[in-house]
Structures are given as C-alpha cells and as structure tokens.
C-alpha cells in the first residue's frame, strides 16, 4: 500500500481581485510506505503548498488524495491522527515551556497517557535540559527539535517535516539530519520532508521529486536522477608538459572535455573502465594529481532548475 497518493493535485491562491496564481499543477505521485521522499525545489516551488494539502491542513482545487488508502480529502479527520507536520520555522506558543508547549498539543491530540508520551518524545529529542525553558528563549535549533518532538507525540504513522534544518549551524543540522534518521529507523514511519539543502536530500532521501513552478519535472532515487541527466564522472587531471589531445576523441564513453594549460577535465559516463585509456595518452607526460568525482544533487538541481 502507498503511505501517499495524490493524483492531478491542481491549488492556486488568489491574486489580485481577479487574478488567479498556479500554485501547483497536475501533480501525481506515489509514497511507499516506509521510505524517506524528499520534495526538492527552489523558494517559491510549491513545497509548503504541497505538504500542506498532503497533510491535509490545506484542500486542493481539484485531483485526489489517498494516505495509506484512506479518501483524504472526505476522511480528512481520519488522516489526521495518523500524519503530523513539522516546521523548520515552528510558530508556537512563545510564553510556554517546552514542557508546557508539549502538554498543550498533546491535549490537542487528545493523546490519552500524556505523560508518557511527552517524556518519549523529550528523551528522543535530547530536549532535557530545555524542558523548563520558554519558547521564546529557544535556540532556533531546539525550536526545530521542540518542533520534531510534538510532531511525534501522535505517534503519526507518516511524518511531514517542511525545510527541518532551515537555517541552522551546520553542526546542528548534522544533529537534526541523525535524530531524523533515527526516528525513521526507531519509529519504522514514512517520512516526507522539503528541503532545498542537495546534501540533505542525498544523504537522507531514497526518492526526490523535483518541483519547478508547481510542476514536478523529475521523480526518482538521486543515483537514478544523476545517470538521466547524463552528468557523468569527471576525471580532472593536473600535468605538465604536452599530450595528444585529439586520441581522447577516440576512446568510446567520454561526454566532455574540459581544456586548459596543465590541467584537464574530462566527463565520461563512468570513468573505471576506461582510466587505463585515458592514462595511456598521458604516458609522456608527468602527472601531478588525478581527481576522479561524482557528481551530486547540486549539478542535477542546477541543471532542472535552469
Ligand atoms: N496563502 C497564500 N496566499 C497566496 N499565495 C500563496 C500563499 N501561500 C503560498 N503562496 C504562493 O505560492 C507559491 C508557492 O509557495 P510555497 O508553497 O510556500 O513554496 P515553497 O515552500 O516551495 O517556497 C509562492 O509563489 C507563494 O508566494
Ligand atoms: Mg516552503
């Protein structure tokens, strides 16, 4: 069963008195259960629109959506209890606890053993030594931790999180992307989260849809996104002296070369099977260095974005 599945999901807001602005456009796509999605697009794609309407907060114009087969757009309340959303840039209560803020969702939710399931989700956030501290004099990385840890109280099933390391030191982003994976592991629950971060979204997502303009243009594992866009490895060699520059044309698999004076780049579709090619030419020349790189998410998001 899909955790997700939205068909033609069209929205648009309002513009103007009359004008009408295309939010997102005919979008469909599947969720397995169990996997982390990653929804990736620049500012102003669409992403929040997106969870939002997944997670059932906001209604679409038009399309159809399931969440673990349930109709949710006609058993919205059902859907709720399973599903909860996380912001990276949480609005809550300011002058509460963290404590305080946790008790006050957990009635929201009506969640029945309130305190045990506050205490499981301050232990697994590491939110301890905050639990006395108002909202307002949080770190913007607790906020981001004090959000995760109310988006789990429901013990939701599928779990929204919308940009959760926005902003942050990269030293707490690197703490936020391991408690992720470890709710994902612990909790065995279907994660879906936006980011625009490319590293985020290849260290932690098996899937990735690319949203430009409400549309989503490419929907896949970031290793498959990678081979479609024919981005290749690059081999850059740095060297001195003279090679014959024209025997690289003969050896089959090479998409670009890359020229300069003591160093050249050359983008093959996989560099192993024909580096003792590439070597050969260079056999009169000194080598200094020898590079060989993958490319990642950043080149492909570059390319769809353009
Ligand atoms: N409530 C709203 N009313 C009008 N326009 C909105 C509203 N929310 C978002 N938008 C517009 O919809 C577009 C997509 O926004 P959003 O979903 O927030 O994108 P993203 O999260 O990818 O940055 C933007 O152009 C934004 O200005
Ligand atoms: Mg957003």
Redesign the pocket.
Known sequence: MFAVKAERVDKH?KNGVNGK?E?LKNISINIEEGEIFGIL?P????????ISILSTLTLPDSGKLEIFGIDALSQADRVKSIVNVSSGNPNFPWSLTVYENLRYFSMLYAIKNKDISIKKVIDMLELEPFRNARFDSLSTGTKQRLSLAKALLNEPRLLFLDEPTMGLDPDMAIKIRKQIKRIHEEREITIVL?THYMKEAEELCGRIAF?KKGEIIANASPTELKRQMKLGESITIEYEGDFDIAGLKNIPGILDTVYSPGMIKIVAENAGPILDNILKIFANVHIKNIDISQPDLEDVFLELAR
């Open positions: 807001y602005k939010v697009g500012n102003g794609a669409g992403k929040t629109t997106l936006t949203l």
